[in-house]
């Protein structure tokens, strides 16, 4: 049976017309180069960056006594400055900067931040809500050290008209203002145009409160230039490299974390990089099948090959960090809640999770059974993201849209035997992993497969294509059929090793909204077998929930430590 599908397989792959990939006008790509994507802080950031570094340096300097002179003139200038600016007071003007001076009130900062942090906890975003809550920690405790190592006064050569505490250099309340709309800024709002437009409206109330503080004569102009040095490099650094817009795009439109924005940039970026890597030339790009996806994104391409152009359709999944994260968290929780699911481990990198999917389409099309041909993988950023390719399956529909007769039932169970004898677990069966062309099954999103794995995890996966050829049939057909490839007992032991943890969670919604009870019937037809006990307390589980809830104990302890140090609490 093998050997057939092998042939069909590779039938159908130069049917294709991609079968092998060409290596025509591939590159390699020359030692420090950037890659495809890079993703720098960009000119403005290394322009604060540096200005920031320059006021660092000065602070050393006067701090060690090496700077009275350059700060003597420093003082002149401001002075000049200030006294000019009082003379342009006036009984009109005056009010006016008195009420624009509130904007750098603890009451207006506090307002801004905890409007950050309440939209930032509603919206999920908790990585930018880390970020922004150490940005502010590290701002306000860089601006409240230097405050009391430079020890500067407030201006004596003009009269002061407004309410001020503490030293002057750098300008506190300028600071905070700048960090609070900074935050805003690059948590809340969507990178590119309407981030650039943003930005203006951004610098209106800092350019207010800068006037109203110069006009009252509360602080020298080099004050409030390091205030806001420092209230915009710190944050626009930090969230430029903890957060970049690629990685962590900010977007309003209803969809899955798990789906990149595959336009911009990273469009031209895996353009260049199918091109230079496997010699492909991208005509098109379009997600697809977003909804039963979740642990990357996937999209349907267009592209041409050869000294001919030839044009072919080809499919293809971009994996970046942010997948293997989310994998990481999603599998420590069900250790903790159920245990060690066996061979549930994670991968130590988006570069390992790729290989190990290109591996695996590999292998499983070695042993017949019926998976897309890939074509390779590229590297659009190193250690950070990747793009698998894979054929497209062309004509396949998902096996909850087709019609499930006995030939395809008989296939899939058939497919499911083929693994068994091959040693090999999909480990994620499902309507969407189940595709059916000209009444033959075909298998995709091999990313959780396993090779040699566990008795308890082949039988898990015979349990799940019953179910899911159950939803398109009934439990009676697919037991009745199942028999003709395992035996009863064989049936019976993977109903007991399975259980809702076991079923994916696309799956089992599916079989809420079927509302059958497909697993309770196909247990009644089978031979009675005890459950097997999957839910399994050990001392890495146990290691596992104390760890747990001691990081999080301790996060609530930073975090109210955090609020204080930033003034909202």
Not at 36 to 44: E, K, N, T, V, Y
Request: hydrophobic share 50%; with cysteine; net charge positive.
């Amino acid at each position: 049976m093998a050997t057939t599908q092998g042939a069909a397989r590779s039938e159908t792959s130069a049917v294709a017309g991609l079968a092998v990939v060409s290596r025509t006008g591939r590159r390699r790509r020359p030692s420090g180069e950037a890659p495809p994507l890079p993703h720098p802080i960009s000119a403005s950031g290394w322009a604060y960056l540096a200005v920031a570094t320059g006021i660092l340096a000065a602070w050393i300097l006067l701090y060690l006594g090496f700077g009275s002179r350059p700060f003597e003139a420093l003082v002149r200038f401001d002075v000049t400055i200030l006294q000019a600016i009082e003379g342009l007071r006036s009984d009109t003007l005056t009010p006016i900067m008195l009420d624009l001076h509130a904007l750098g009130s603890q009451w207006s900062v506090r307002g801004l931040r905890w409007a950050t942090l309440l939209a930032l906890l509603a919206l999920r975003r908790f990585r930018h809500l880390a970020v922004f809550l150490g940005v502010t920690l590290v701002v306000t405790a860089v601006v409240s050290t230097s405050s009391l190592i430079v020890g500067r006064l407030r201006p004596l050569e003009v009269e002061i008209i407004g309410g001020w505490e503490g030293y002057s250099h750098p300008s506190a309340p300028v600071a905070a203002l700048g960090l609070s709309l900074m935050g805003i800024l690059y948590t809340l709002v969507p990178g590119g145009v309407w981030r650039n437009r943003a930005k203006w409206v951004t610098g209106v109330p800092i350019v207010a409160l800068v006037a109203a503080r110069l006009y009252l004569g509360v602080d020298h102009p080099s004050d409030i230039f390091v205030a806001v040095v420092i209230g915009m490099a710190v944050p626009v650094v930090a969230f430029r490299l903890l957060t970049p817009s690629e990685i962590f795009p900010i977007s309003y439109r209803r969809g899955k974390a798990a789906h990149l924005d595959v336009g911009g940039r990273r469009g031209e970026a895996i353009g260049l990089a199918l091109h230079q890597q496997l010699g492909l030339t991208l005509l098109d790009m379009q997600p697809v099948g977003l909804d039963a996806s979740a642990g990357s994104t996937p999209l349907l391409l267009r592209v041409s090959h050869g000294p001919e152009a030839v044009e072919s359709a080809v499919f293809a999944k971009l994996y970046a960090r942010s997948h293997l994260r989310s994998d990481r968290w999603y599998k420590l929780g069900r250790a903790i809640l159920y245990g060690r699911l066996e061979d549930e481990g994670t991968f130590s990198s988006v570069r390992r999770l790729v290989e190990y999917e290109d591996y695996l389409l590999r292998v499983m099309g070695d042993a017949g059974l019926p998976v897309p041909l890939s074509y390779g993988f590229v590297e659009i950023t190193p250690e950070r993201e990747y793009l698998i390719v894979t054929e497209f399956l062309a004509g396949a529909t998902q096996l909850d849209q087709a019609e499930v007769d006995d030939g395809v039932i008989d296939n899939a169970l058939e497919l499911v035997r083929c693994m068994w004898d091959a040693g090999l677990a999909h480990r994620d069966l499902k309507p969407a992993n189940v595709m059916v062309r000209d009444g033959k099954v075909l298998l995709i999103d091999v990313a959780f497969a396993t090779v040699r794995p566990t008795p308890w995890r082949q039988a898990v996966d015979l349990t799940n294509m019953m179910l899911t050829l159950a939803l398109g049939s009934s439990a009676e057909r697919v037991y009745e059929r199942a028999r003709r490839v395992f035996e009863p007992d064989e049936i019976a032991e993977a109903l007991a090793a399975s259980r809702s943890v076991t079923i994916p969670s696309d799956l089992r919604r599916r079989l809420r909204e079927d509302g059958r009870n497909l697993p309770g019937q196909l247990r009644a037809l089978a031979p009675t077998r005890a459950p097997i006990s999957i839910q399994l307390w050990s001392i890495r589980r146990i290691a596992l929930t104390l760890a747990v809830v001691a990081s999080g104990a301790a996060a609530v302890g930073l975090l109210a430590f955090n609020l204080r140090t930033a003034g909202l609490l």
